[in-house]
Structure formats: C-alpha cells, structure tokens
C-alpha cells in the first residue's frame, strides 16, 4: 500500500499570500497518478487536481500542481477567502487507492 | 449537470446490516467507474471499493472485503453499497463519487453510526 504524507498539518495564512502543500508518497508514483481535494466543513471533498498537474472542470488557475516520483506539491498562488479548507492528495497508481491524512489551511 | 444523491444511512447496532443507495444523474451511469468512499467523524478520507461499468471488476478496500458487496444497475442509475457484519469502526459519512482514479463529482454523504 501507497502511503501518503502531507506536511504542513496546518498552514496559517493570510489572504493574497501564497500556500504550498506538500504531499510524498512512500513508493514512485510511475504514472504520476495523484490528484487533490479541496474540503470545507459539512461538504463532500471537491476534485481540483488531477494527473499531477490538470486542473478539473471550473477550478481557477490560482491553484496550481506539480511533481513527480515520490513528491508531489499543490500550490494555490494567492489566497482568497473561499480557500480556506483542508486539502487532500490521492494516488491512483496502484491499487489500494489511497488519501493522505490532509492539510489544513486556516486564516492567520 | 452530474448529481449524484446517496440515502440509507441510518443508526445499526455492531453485527447489524444497511444498504446504501446513490441515485446518478446528469450523465450516462453506463460508461463510468463508480466508486464509494468513507470518512470518519473528524479524520479524512478511505477507499471503500469500486466497480466497473459493467459491473465486472470490482475492488474492496481490506477493512470491509468479505462484508461489504458493492453492486449497480445501469437501467436505475444506481449503485449500492450492502453492508453485513457492521462494526464500530465503520462509522463515518459514506459517499459515492464518479471514477475509480481521480474522483470526478461526489454526493453529499450519507452517515452510517455502528452503536449499540
């Protein structure tokens, strides 16, 4: 089974700044499979990233994907208020499927 | 546009069963992986399992396989989740999502409770 470890936990931010997340795999993600989740409170999680680096459907260009191998980074260029949230990496390279724990992003 | 709404969440005692529905619309049911997944109160997300289009290949995360049997029937748009030997530990939202690689749409949840 693919681990997935997110770091930071939580990210303490101010809107306009920048955020980075991280999330590393335990074993090379040979097709760069892993996407990201946006989840606010009382909702389903939201597909934002896919293939490492595609945005889906109606996600804004602030948030952005990249990596390969073992490490893989979201980045979402300038914060607005909408974008606080705990955010999810999951790889579908292998089976299991597998999430990483997440990383909250809060208002500083 | 795509929906897709889950029901028969309910409370179950430990060894009890429940089956969940997800009812599909705003695209063809028929050409897409279907996948169910969990989330306990206050932590993140597991895989359940997943089936293909035709129902052929189907996927069962460990925690649930030899209890949980995932189905669907393409003429209802609908997928379901029956769920056997239920355990505390299987408490959480449940929620069906389009795909069974990067998850494309989700419904709402559905909650399940294991207590007696």
């Known amino acids: 089974e693919i681990v997935l470890t997110q770091s930071p936990g939580t990210l303490s931010l101010s809107p306009g700044e920048r955020a980075t997340l991280s999330c590393r795999a335990s074993?090379?993600?040979?097709?760069?499979?892993l996407a990201w989740y946006q989840q606010k409170p009382g909702q389903a999680p939201r597909l934002l990233i896919y293939?490492?680096?595609t945005r889906a459907t109606g996600i804004p260009d602030r948030f952005s994907g990249s990596g390969s191998g073992t490490d893989f980074t979201l980045t979402i260029s300038r914060l607005e208020p909408e974008d606080f949230a705990v955010y999810y990496c999951?790889?579908?390279?292998?089976?299991?499927?597998?999430f990483g724990l997440g990383t909250r992003v809060d208002i500083k | 546009q795509v929906q897709l709404v889950e029901s028969g969440g309910d409370l179950v005692k430990p060894g009890g069963s429940l089956r969940l529905s997800c009812a599909a619309s705003?695209?063809?049911?028929?050409?897409?992986?279907m996948s169910w997944i969990r989330q306990a109160p206050g932590t993140g997300l597991e895989w359940v399992s997943f089936?293909?289009?035709?129902?052929?290949?189907?996927y069962y995360a460990d925690s649930v396989k030899g209890r949980f049997t995932i189905s669907r029937d393409n003429a209802k748009n609908s997928l379901y989740l029956q769920m056997d030997s239920l355990r505390g530990d299987d408490t959480a939202v449940y929620y069906c999502?389009?795909?069974?690689?990067?998850?494309?749409?989700w419904g709402q949840g559905t909650l399940v409770t294991v207590s007696s």
């Open positions: 705003g695209f063809t049911f028929s050409d897409y992986y």
């Open positions: 999502a389009r795909g069974h690689g990067q998850l494309e749409a």
């Open positions: 074993q090379s993600l040979s097709n760069t499979y």
């Open positions: 999951q790889q579908y390279d292998s089976s299991p499927r597998t």
């Open positions: 089936i293909r289009n035709d129902g052929d290949d189907i």
């Open positions: 293939h490492t680096s």
